[in-house]
């Protein structure tokens, strides 16, 4: 979320087990190698050690698709797996629709530090 409202605009992350799913409007000024590195390299150090495969899978999607659908789906890979029965439920997972206040900061994160 580091890069949120600076080098993107987050729409959501679900972080799974063993993957995270990223849905981000990068801005025109960054490039998406960059951002992914950027992105592995502030994990790494809060989690003390490195654990990112070197490649990432990345779509494009088309102008015409949904973006919030989509957004919506990733959120749904925590019921899928069957770590919770609702989405709501699910501890690592950031909507800007709902977990972003109306100024995009997360408010999740704000809750953890208290």
Known sequence: M???RERYWLHAICVMPDHVHLVFTLYEEFSLPRMMQQVKSVAAHH???????RE????IMRSDEDVRRKCEYICQNPVRAGLVSSVDDYRWIWRSWIEGDVRG??????????
């Open 105 to 114: 900061a997360p408010l999740r994160a704000e809750q953890d530090r208290e």
């Open 2 to 4: 580091r890069g949120h």
């Open 56 to 59: 990432y899978f990345d779509r």
């Open 47 to 53: 989690i003390g050690h490195r654990v990112w495969q």
